[in-house]
């Protein structure tokens, strides 16, 4: 009897229907699929995908739980300003899903130095639940 609770207890735990929490005391934790799943923070998009150093730029971001963004920030860029105006729901854009494009949306002023390094800039987006990153091309004021 033993040794048939052992073989399908460890046929379960292969197939990856039971975990066990603790063996041998017959506590159980089940992984269920319909347990709601926290998100962590994603970008789905930037716009525009190019920013000029030297200048203000308006970013609009747009991913998934975005809407609790406490800081903006380019990550080559020693010197910077970034200023989250604007966090809310974004709007389902015609012929696209917001499950798939993202459904929350920010707006940023950026200003860069204009001895800022041309190329690709890495971008995050703090939030309690994690951060957030995205790549944005940077241009010279020349």
């Known amino acids: 009897m033993r040794q048939a609770r052992r073989v399908l207890v460890s046929t379960l735990f292969i197939l990856g229907y039971v ?3 603790c063996y041998g005391t ?3 934790a089940t992984a269920r699929a319909d ?3 926290i998100e962590s923070p994603r970008i789905t998009g930037i716009e525009p995908a190019v920013i000029t150093s030297g200048t203000t730029t308006t970013l609009k971001v747009r991913g998934f739980n975005l809407k609790e ?3 903006l920030r380019l990550l080559s860029a020693t010197e910077q300003k970034c200023e989250i105006t604007e966090k809310k729901d974004a709007g389902q854009p015609k012929g696209l899903e917001n499950k798939v494009i993202g459904d929350t949306q920010l707006l ?4 860069l130095p204009s001895d800022h390094p041309v190329g690709i800039c ?3 987006i703090a939030t309690p639940a994690g951060n957030a990153s995205g790549k944005i091309m940077v241009l010279s004021a020349a």
């Open 108 to 111: 940023a002023e950026v200003t």
């Open 35 to 37: 347990d709601k799943k």
């Open 122 to 124: 890495e971008c995050v």
């Open 19 to 21: 975990v066990p929490a």
């Open 69 to 71: 963004a406490t800081e």
């Open 26 to 28: 017959g506590c159980w």
